[in-house]
């Protein structure tokens, strides 16, 4: 069978996708159109150009701009609707999404409204694929710890909506002890806790993430393996690492996908999996991010079904319901 066809046939689960980051530049225009929001870029052709970016803030910068056309319930039904679509094409049987009400909070658009869109699509897309759904919620770290209660205030009346709560956004400058308060009113709340660190930040920011948020995983966490003794603790631990590799290259975190330390974390013995972070803007869904990263370094079917399998196990699904994939 076709490196292709395999991939696409294996049961995984996504668990670093933000929602946000799914939004393709015809959606983008005709969202833009429908909402009367005015765009920087002049057509969907300029919006590609622009997508060049030099490190995790440049790319912040266009996506912030582009989630403003994000504004009713159905334009959140239909973002997601999307994005569960191709999923389901890539072989995906459950999504965990990232979602961030601040960016949308902060321009009028009421957290309920995001729920509310984002919950329809979770449930069409058990109805019509059979793609099991769960979101959580993400703080932006560039901003404070009380900006990040305020959020948590405004998602309490949704919290049986909610699965769990991650921390992304710029990571240089915010390291995960700045929500340190913040994660421990959520884990007494019930939610998982996840967060990014080790993207563009120094492995002290994963073992932070660890020690004082008490992350179940690490988003990225690819700057791991510059501490020998942090890559013993996550493989003793097996605390499972969502690595987006096509993500990695369009943010210069490695020069191109052969250089990738995908392979050598795997050697180490870490639970890795594969994800597409923000596939509209980084040049794959899940399952190019695979292929690409199988042709890159010579990963063989042994390993894909390995990480395909991780990512059903770090998942925050019961091991009675991921039965069925395994
Ligand atoms: C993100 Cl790649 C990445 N890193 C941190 N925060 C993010 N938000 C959306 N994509
Ligand atoms: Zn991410």
Redesign the pocket.
Same mark, same amino acid.
């Given at each position: 069978m076709e490196l292709e066809s395999y991939v696409r046939a294996l049961p995984k689960a996504e668990l $670093?996708l $933000?929602i946000e980051g799914t939004l393709e530049p015809e959606m983008m225009f005709a969202l833009a159109r429908r909402n009367g929001v005015a765009l920087p870029w002049a057509s969907v052709e300029a919006v590609r150009a622009a997508y060049a970016f030099a490190d995790l803030q440049s790319f912040l910068d266009l996506y912030y701009a582009g989630a403003a056309v994000l504004v009713r319930e159905e334009d959140f039904f239909e973002l997601a609707l999307a994005y569960f679509a191709r999923a389901h094409a890539d072989g995906v049987v459950h999504a965990e999404l990232?979602f961030d009400p601040q960016t949308h909070t902060a321009r009028g658009v009421a957290l309920e409204t995001v729920l509310d869109g984002l919950e329809r699509a979770c449930v069409e897309a058990r109805a019509r694929w059979g793609i099991g759904a769960r979101l959580i919620l993400c703080f932006l770290r560039h901003l404070d710890e009380e900006a990040g209660f305020a959020t948590l205030q405004q998602a309490l009346p949704h919290l049986s909506r909610i699965d769990g709560v991650g921390l /992304?956004s710029s990571e240089h400058g915010h390291p995960p002890s700045k929500f340190a308060r913040l994660f421990a009113r959520c884990r007494e709340l019930g939610l998982h806790v996840v967060a990014?660190a080790g993207e563009e930040g120094p492995p002290a920011y994963i073992v932070e993430a660890l020690d004082v948020l008490k992350a179940e995983r690490i /988003?990225?966490g690819v700057r791991c393996t510059e501490d020998p003794a942090l890559v013993e603790r996550l493989a003793r631990a097996q605390v499972p690492l969502t690595v987006?590799p096509l993500?990695n290259v369009k943010l210069c975190v490695f020069p191109d996908l052969a250089s990738h330390n995908l392979g050598q974390l795997l050697a180490a013995g870490l639970k890795v999996t594969i994800n597409s /972070? /923000?596939p509209a803007y980084f040049g794959g869904y899940v399952a190019k991010n695979y292929i690409d990263t199988a042709r890159a370094l010579g990963l063989g079917r042994a390993e894909l079904r390995r990480i395909a399998r991780n990512s059903l196990e770090a998942s925050f699904v019961s091991a009675a319901e991921r039965a069925p994939w395994l």
């Open positions: $670093h $933000h990232f /992304d990014h /988003d990225h987006c993500s /972070d /923000d």
